[in-house]
Nanobody, 122 residues
Framework: VQLQASGGGLVQAGGSLGLSCTASGRTFSVRVMGWFRQAPGKEREFVAA????????YIDHSVAGRFTISGDTAKNTMYLQMNSLKPEDTAVYYC????????????????WGQGTQVTVSS
């Protein structure tokens, strides 16, 4: 499975951005897709995940109420809508996919996209 993330950019605090992640290859094996992010000098952290085909979602408490994850299985594309962005949301955002089930740990995910930079200015 190959993942291609897009949609990052520069936005002012309080603004919105939408990210996309398109999967290709053996997508039938994917059970869950997710978003992680890594800020400068910090470890990569879980943001949100969606059950692929089932629609169940899980959002980390740090972004709950501001970020929404969704997916379109017909297009093999996952989305992350980010509203009310804060400077602390600045990070490289990675999409990931797993064939083994739900999890918030990086170890759960076998497939990773290249990352897209999101910068929120104050």
């Amino acid at each position: 499975v190959q993942l291609q993330a897009s949609g990052g950019g520069l936005v002012q605090a309080g603004g919105s951005l939408g990210l996309s992640c398109t999967a290709s290859g053996r997508t039938f094996s994917v059970r869950v897709m997710g978003w992680f992010r890594q800020a400068p000098g910090k470890e990569r952290e879980f943001v949100a995940a969606i059950g692929w085909g089932g629609g169940s979602t899980y959002i980390d408490h740090s972004v709950a109420g501001r970020f929404t994850i969704s997916g379109d299985t017909a297009k093999n594309t996952m989305y992350l809508q980010m509203n009310s962005l804060k400077p602390e949301d600045t990070a490289v955002y990675y999409c990931a996919a797993t064939r083994t089930g739900w999890g918030t740990s990086e170890d759960t995910y076998q497939y990773w996209g290249q990352g897209t930079q999101v910068t929120v200015s104050s």
